[in-house]
């Protein structure tokens, strides 16, 4: 009986145009270097990362801050979903949407199953927060990274200049997800027995490093290098303790997506050296107006859904000039903005993947109905609230 047929991995499919136009020179050499110049940290930042959560939550670092929550909800339901609320803000706004993502969803999914709240409610807040809490610091957002210096170069401060289409865009989130999820947020919930991790010394270093992780990255310090580090630093505290790693070891890095994410990124740059850039820089309206930054705005949230937010940034940032408004409407697009596909952000591919390991379904209808809600209010908050701050 002959065998069945294996399909082509996934990513191997990616892999090949990416490999295609750097080998052909449809990517010239130079531009395929800077490139990587630019994108290469921010993979190996993402790498970093996921080994990190994983490494937290074999050590019951989630399980704990799940115990603390429900503990101080006082078994009230919408308490709980407030405290998931300002955790996910926080996080996202000082560790980055990705650390959202990746520490964030098995702590939701956790509470979810512990408390019998609904565990879609609670996902979708913490997709939500960790791509519309990502304007305020430059840390919040890779593509704030990607910006930072031109700020610099305008003489004017980042968190000047974003700090209020952050506020708008986070307050609009809570208002909609508290209103759609008015209906599973009522009754209360039994706390049950305290959680014991098994090996407390561990938790403490865990919480330790993440907690130094976080002030490096508040700190202005390369943030692969600081992810690098505290994932390094895990490794060796499982070793001290000889507790052994989740899973298979190489499969804590998600190299497949890793790669999937680069071949994109080649793809798009490719596109933009033969021209797209000059397209995408014909259709956007020229100007300051609040009617311009909302057609800024729009078209650099639409890209980001169409082809991922940190691409799509590098492909619009000629759109901004030396308008640090510009500037600010392609970082909402971008940052707001993608909340529509699956792909959109990095953080997005990454919360797909935790609530999927997790066995959480999670109908692309009702992600893409509250991106529906979301995306087109919160960009246009954000955009009016940078018309009127500046």
Not at 2 to 26: M, S
């Amino acid at each position: 009986m002959p065998r069945p047929r294996r399909a082509v991995p996934w990513w191997a499919v990616a892999l090949v145009p990416a490999v295609a136009v750097v080998l052909t020179g449809a990517l010239p050499r130079a531009d395929a270097a800077a490139l990587a110049e630019r994108v290469g940290p921010v993979l190996l930042f993402v790498a970093a990362l996921t080994v990190v959560a994983e490494l937290c939550g074999a050590a019951g670092l989630f399980d704990l801050a799940t115990d603390a929550a429900v503990r101080a909800s006082g078994g009230r339901r919408w308490l709980l979903w407030l405290l998931l609320v300002g955790i996910a803000v926080a996080s996202t706004v000082l560790l980055s949407l990705d650390t959202t993502a990746v520490l964030l969803t098995p702590l939701a999914i956790t509470l979810a199953r512990r408390t019998r709240t609904s565990p879609l409610l609670l996902v979708l807040t913490v997709v939500a927060l960790a791509n519309t809490a990502s304007l305020l610091l430059p840390v919040s957002n890779l593509t704030n990274l990607l910006a930072d210096h031109r700020f610099a170069d305008q003489g004017v401060g980042y968190l000047g200049v974003m700090w209020a289409p952050a506020v708008a865009a986070v307050v609009v989130t809570v208002a909609v997800l508290a209103v759609r999820g008015r209906r599973d947020l009522r009754g209360r919930f039994e706390q049950g027995e305290r959680y014991v991790p098994p090996d407390r010394a561990l938790v403490v270093a865990t919480g330790v490093t993440v907690g130094v992780m976080a002030v490096g990255f508040v700190g202005g310090l390369s943030v692969w290098a600081v992810a690098l580090g505290a994932a390094a630093a895990l490794l060796v505290a499982f070793a001290v303790r000889r507790r052994p790693v989740p899973g298979r070891a190489r499969d804590l890095v998600p190299w497949r997506m890793i790669l999937v994410v680069g071949a994109l990124f080649v793809v798009v740059e490719t596109l933009h050296v033969r021209g797209l850039g000059d397209w995408v820089l014909d259709a956007v309206p020229a100007g300051a107006d609040t009617g311009a930054l909302l057609g800024v705005a729009g078209l650099s949230a639409v890209v980001a859904n169409v082809v991922n937010n940190l691409p799509a940034y590098l492909l619009l940032e000629p759109v901004a000039g030396d308008d640090v408004r510009r500037l600010a409407a392609v970082l909402i697009g971008t940052g707001v903005g993608p909340l529509l596909t699956p792909w959109a952000s990095l953080a997005t591919v990454l919360w797909w993947r935790r609530c999927r390991q997790a066995m959480v379904h999670v109908p692309v209808r009702a992600f893409l109905v509250q991106g529906l809600w979301l995306a087109p209010l919160c960009v246009a908050a954000s955009v009016l609230a940078l018309a009127a701050l500046t």
